[in-house]
């Protein structure tokens, strides 16, 4: 059994990591509260250009590639983690739902890394990147979310990727982020139904195609400045909770040492307490 001098040292130890949790814990509980505003705010007007997207897509005719593909021979995923970790399975659950897609859809894809978890993770797996970006994502600018949809529009552009896909994690709540998958390029819908007469209220000057070669760098610049948002909102939320958990495991070794080192010292004195009496009797038998 540990003395209760080792006990002590332990109990320091403890102590001293749950004052940097908790710390952390504050840090980004002021953090979060900033990039949840961000990401509501910036919620319906992804959500608006999406739509407007979708919109233009059903009324647009022909075989524009951006529109409606192409034979797809190779595809591009982009995947969107953290600088830092200690936020539990945030970087985790998203770079699994990669790997699932990339085993789905195409095992050689291109590989965009966003984060430096994943860019770590990929290349401890030997996993060649086509482009890495790092340095902002708690804390994204819509440049940053610029010079990333360029990169994946040209990529499509280009003919290297026939289709291209972000993965990142959708902001919940603090506890909560779940793992998206999103086809950016082609625009048109995966699952759209054939015979879709692709009715719509709109009239577009000039004609439809015109309108979507413009309008789908903006498009996926914006899919990526809200998918960017998502993920800070995400990142932080998820550091919060997870230093919070590790304060209170521990405050509750602490407790558990404390107790440990009280029964060591108890027994201790005891122990004392024997020997003197043992000793004193010897003395009077003596």
């Known amino acids: 059994m540990p003395s209760a001098r080792d006990l002590q040292r332990q109990i320091n130890t403890v102590k001293n990591q749950s004052r940097v949790f908790s710390a952390l814990q504050t840090v980004s509980s002021v953090k979060f509260r900033k990039a949840e505003a961000r990401v509501k705010r910036a919620r319906p007007y992804a959500e608006n250009v999406e739509q407007m997207m979708r919109d233009v897509a059903s009324s647009a005719s022909g075989d524009l590639p951006l529109l409606v593909g192409r034979e797809v021979n190779r595809v591009a995923i982009c995947t969107l983690t953290a600088d830092r970790g200690l936020a ?8 699994r739902r990669t790997v699932s897609l990339r085993n789905e859809k195409d ?43 360029s990169t994946l529009t040209n990529l499509f552009e280009d003919e290297e990727a026939d289709e291209v896909y972000l993965v990142y994690n959708r902001f919940e709540s603090a506890l909560n982020q779940r793992s998206v998958v999103k086809r950016l390029l082609p625009v048109a819908e995966e699952d759209d139904e054939e015979g879709d007469d692709g009715a719509s209220y709109m009239e577009y000057v000039p004609d439809a195609e015109t309108v979507l070669k413009r309008l789908v760098p903006r498009y996926v610049e914006t899919m990526v400045w809200q998918a960017l948002l998502e993920g800070a909102a995400g990142e932080h939320g998820a550091r919060m909770t997870a230093m919070k ?30 020997e003197i009496v043992s000793g004193a009797e010897a003395l009077s038998a003596g």
Do not use: C, H, W
């Open 107 to 149: 095992q050689n894809a291109l590989q965009v890394a966003s984060g430096r978890k994943a860019v770590a993770f990929f290349r401890f797996r030997r996993v060649e990147l086509a482009q890495v970006f790092t340095g902002f994502t708690d804390n994204p600018t819509y440049e940053n979310a610029r010079e990333i949809g």
């Open 88 to 95: 539990g399975g945030f970087n985790a659950q998203v770079l």
């Open 245 to 274: 958990n590790a304060s209170d495991n521990a405050n509750d070794l602490v407790r558990d040492l404390t107790l440990q080192m009280n029964k060591a010292r108890q027994a201790q004195i005891t122990q004392e307490i024997l």
